[in-house]
């Protein structure tokens, strides 16, 4: 599967940015979509799953309750609303597609083959 993510940004903190993964080539159906970020200097980390089949949502616990993954079936689109933004939220934000995950890997890099090419997402203080 081909996956495009839009919708990065510079937002002030507190505000509010809606990022957006256009997945093509191949079904969704039985996957994972999810986001990663990559933050300057640091290692890349989970941010959230949605499964493609049910929606069921999965988050870290940095950003619960500030972040919501959703998707449109019928587009074959992810999206990531993030509000109450906070300066430590700045990265490159990267979405993932994989298929079959267990709940102990889907917060695991190496559980998606598909990868997206990242859109940065900044907030200023």
């Known amino acids: 599967v081909q996956l495009q993510a839009s919708g990065g940004g510079l937002v002030q903190a507190g505000g509010s940015l809606r990022l957006s993964c256009a997945a093509s080539?191949?079904?969704?159906?039985?996957?994972?979509m999810a986001w990663f970020r990559q933050a300057p200097g640091k290692e890349r980390e989970f941010v959230a799953a949605?499964?493609?089949?049910?929606?069921?949502?999965y988050y870290a616990d940095s950003v619960k309750g500030r972040f919501t993954i959703s998707r449109d079936n019928a587009k074959n689109t992810a999206y990531l609303q993030m509000n109450s933004l906070k300066p430590e939220d700045t990265a490159v934000y990267y979405c993932?597609?994989?298929?079959?995950?267990?709940?102990?890997?889907?917060?695991?890099?190496?559980?998606?083959?598909?990868w997206g090419q990242g859109t940065l997402v900044t907030v200023s203080s």
């Open positions: 949605i499964r493609w089949n049910g929606g069921n949502t």
């Open positions: 080539g191949r079904t969704l159906r039985n996957g994972v």
């Open positions: 993932a597609a994989g298929y079959s995950l267990i709940l102990s890997t889907m917060r695991q890099i190496r559980a998606y083959d598909s």
